[in-house]
């Protein structure tokens, strides 16, 4: 029984310290969200990861702003996962850094929040730049 404990023990530390920039998400099928395009452009081959405390629901939403759904944009067109119910409010770039939300906040806020950090990143400027211009054909 030592031996499994110190072999877990040291094992959690090589797959953390070997793999910091991975995301180890920890999400209930039910409540997780994810589509299969990813960017072209985007070297690390993997999708944005955002983490609420909100519900699916909460989040189709309308936003009136581009008369799609919170969710329509963050998944389809901002290449977010969506882990919902979860115990924070947090987006997780390509690259792995970790933005913090607070804790009460809807899905309107947490939607302008992740355009606001999204469109400051080098390949999110891009693809929310894109997202405006097919935005303006629709119209």
Known sequence: MKNF????????????????????????????????????????????????TLSKSDFELYFKRFEITCLELLINHLYCNICFNSNENSLTSYDGRKFDFKKNISSIEITNECIRLISDMSMGYYEYAEFLKNQKKIK
Do not use: W
């Open 5 to 52: 404990i110190i072999t877990t023990f040291i094992s959690t530390i090589i797959t953390f310290n070997c793999y910091p920039n991975k995301v180890i998400l920890k999400c209930l099928n039910e409540n997780y969200m994810s589509k299969k395009n990813i960017n072209p452009e985007n070297y690390y081959q993997n999708r944005r990861e955002l983490k609420t």
